[in-house]
């Protein structure tokens, strides 16, 4: 009979009287750590790397807000493409379902801002000004002397520095380098609005990885909190083998183990976990999949003379000696939706027309009418050019009706958008009893139609 009391589960990095536990993971070298490196400095080159580089004129991924534009690796999207960037975005959606349900928090350990930025930046900012965990936390909870001021200014200003570069890049993305460029270089006074953005975005970075860090994956970021519904007993997680490594027993000098695990209760798993948490107690929701306990694991294996993996990469399946399956019917029916999203998406893409017209009537008077009994509709023609070429456009307009603007060639470059005023003129006896007549536009580049629409003018009623 198990004698043992209620256990009250709580965040392993807040007390029983709700005060925090600050976290100061130890440092550890390993085999993980160096492939987590690399993924790390590649996300991070990519990151202030993108808002430089351009296809075919526009930057790799801008989001521009202002003028409703977003580019993605040559592809432009406007506001009428709205249908297909939501095939993409729900695509892109099942596909993250996809792979937390095979390979468990992937992307939280590996590729996740919050994980590369504080534990490949700023973390190892802050070891070396302060030292190790053991230093770090004599540091802070020693008393205010010269040495702890200089080194938390440092630090301090440090963290500063790098989260503005972090923040100017950030709005790269919303903006566009040759803006943000401009604005750097002019007064702030002129670029207020996009100032105060900047400010804001680096008042977040500083805040979060100085004082907020991991209580963004354990309390914010609400994918941790979804990650027992999408996971299932064969997805991929960071597991104890309890099997091999119970019971645990303190390693002790020329004393036999006896029928002890390979497990020595050193704990170096816990001290060195950036969430706190103690990976022997199964799958928790603050374990982000990072491998330090691995990595760590590993390391004391190897200088006790035992089999390393005691912790690995694993499922709950194989940890209870079963056989676990790759291909099953949530994983099947995933992969059918995200290629189904997908590919709707990309035919949706690839078919879309190569120029968008809206013919807007300005607020105002609907018509007028001239002396010689002729009806004038006025309209501002707004064309997006979709399309990587020089659009230069002609229109002609139904029988009977004639055209005025001010520009009867007019020239759209690629990817913008632009707006002429168009003028429609028919002879009042060509109206019916109600006033109004539907008539065709055409637009034409050189030869080739377009574009064909249709609009209602209006004039006086019989």
Not at 26 to 33: C, T
Not at 304 to 320: A, N, V
């Amino acid at each position: 009979m198990n004698k043992q009391g209620p256990v009250k589960e709580r965040v392993t990095t807040i007390g029983q009287g709700g005060k925090r536990f600050w976290m100061y993971p130890a440092s550890f070298s390993g085999e993980w750590l160096n492939k987590r490196r690399l993924v790390a400095v590649a996300l991070i080159i990519f990151y202030f790397l993108f808002p430089w580089l351009k296809i075919n004129g526009e930057q790799v991924i801008l989001m521009d807000i202002a003028d409703r534009k977003f580019a993605f690796f040559g592809f432009i999207f406007w506001p009428q493409d709205l249908l297909i960037f939501w095939f993409f975005l729900m695509g892109a959606l099942v596909c993250i379902i996809l792979i937390t349900a095979q390979w468990g928090r992937l992307w939280c350990g590996w590729a996740c801002p919050q994980t590369v930025f504080l534990e490949h930046v700023f973390r190892r900012i802050e070891i070396f000004i302060e030292g190790d965990a053991a230093k770090r936390r004599k540091l802070d909870r020693g008393p205010l002397t010269l040495e702890k001021v200089k080194k938390k200014t440092l630090k301090f200003l440090a963290f500063f520095v790098v989260s503005s570069h972090f923040a100017n890049t950030a709005i790269c993305y919303f903006v566009g380098t040759d803006e943000v460029l401009h604005m750097t270089f002019s007064n702030p006074g002129e670029n207020q609005g996009w100032f105060s953005f900047m400010l804001f975005i680096n008042f977040l970075f500083f805040l979060d990885f100085v004082w907020f860090r991991e209580q963004f994956c354990i309390i914010a970021c609400p994918y941790g909190r979804f990650q027992s519904v999408l996971l299932d007993e064969h997805s991929t997680i960071v597991g104890y083998d309890y099997n091999r490594g119970e019971p645990r027993g303190v390693l002790r000098k020329n004393r036999e183990r006896g029928n002890q695990g390979d497990c020595i209760d050193c704990n170096r798993c816990v001290a060195v976990c950036p969430t706190g948490i103690d990976i022997r107690m199964g799958l928790q929701m603050e374990c982000i999949n990072c491998t330090a306990c691995l990595d760590a694991c590993d390391e004391v294996m190897g200088k006790i003379g035992k089999p390393k993996k005691l912790i690995r990469y694993t499922s709950e399946m194989e940890l209870d000696g079963r056989k676990r399956r790759w291909i099953r019917p949530r994983v099947v029916v995933y992969t059918v939706i995200f290629l189904g999203l997908w590919t709707v998406g990309a035919f949706k893409l690839n078919n879309r027309e190569g120029l968008i017209m809206r013919m807007i009537r300005p607020p105002g008077t609907s018509f007028t009418l001239d002396e010689q009994a002729f009806v004038t509709n006025h309209f501002q023609a707004k064309a997006t050019n979709k399309t990587d070429d020089t659009m230069t456009l002609t229109v002609k307009a139904s029988d009977g009706v004639s055209i005025v603007t001010p520009f009867p060639k007019w020239t759209i470059k690629p990817q913008e958008t632009a707006v002429n005023e168009i003028f429609l003129r028919m002879n009042r006896n060509n109206f019916s009893s109600s006033g109004k007549e539907k008539i065709k536009i055409e637009f034409y580049n050189g030869e080739d139609l377009v574009i064909q629409t249709e609009v209602t003018i209006m004039g006086p009623a019989k």
